[in-house]
Nanobody, 115 residues
Framework: QVQLVESGGGLVQPGGSLRLACAASGSDFSGYHMGWHRQAPGKQRGLVASIATSGITTYLDSVKGRFTISRDNAKNTVYLQMNNLKPEDTAVYYC?????????WGQGTEVTVSA
């Protein structure tokens, strides 16, 4: 299994930006399908964005045009650039790696959008 460590969360005002990073340990990072999920208080965890080994990306409708997922296979890292943040984006953001139907999760990084 791959080990994942997220960073980059924090407190930001509405309209602001944050860049989350997820660093993976282990080998063959390029062979993992990567995703960012989030869980707001009292809500279920859900997918925000994903990036396949091919580089194809998918997004939750509410973040399209504001968030961008990318990966740097040389650095074993996946990023989530979040722009024009809204209070409803407040959540703990988790990185997930999937390969051969096996999922690995990071510990999460908290994002709070508030004035």
């Amino acid at each position: 299994q791959v080990q994942l460590v997220e960073s980059g969360g924090g407190l930001v005002q509405p309209g602001g930006s944050l860049r989350l990073a997820c660093a993976a340990s282990g080998s063959d990072f390029s062979g993992y399908h990567m995703g960012w999920h989030r869980q707001a208080p009292g809500k279920q965890r859900g997918l925000v964005a994903s990036i396949a080994t091919s580089g194809i990306t998918t997004y939750l409708d509410s973040v399209k045009g504001r968030f961008t997922i990318s990966r740097d296979n040389a650095k074993n890292t996946v990023y989530l650039q979040m722009n024009n943040l809204k209070p409803e984006d407040t959540a703990v953001y988790y990185c997930k790696a999937r390969r051969l139907s096996v999922d690995s999760w990071g510990q999460g990084t908290e994002v709070t959008v508030s004035a």
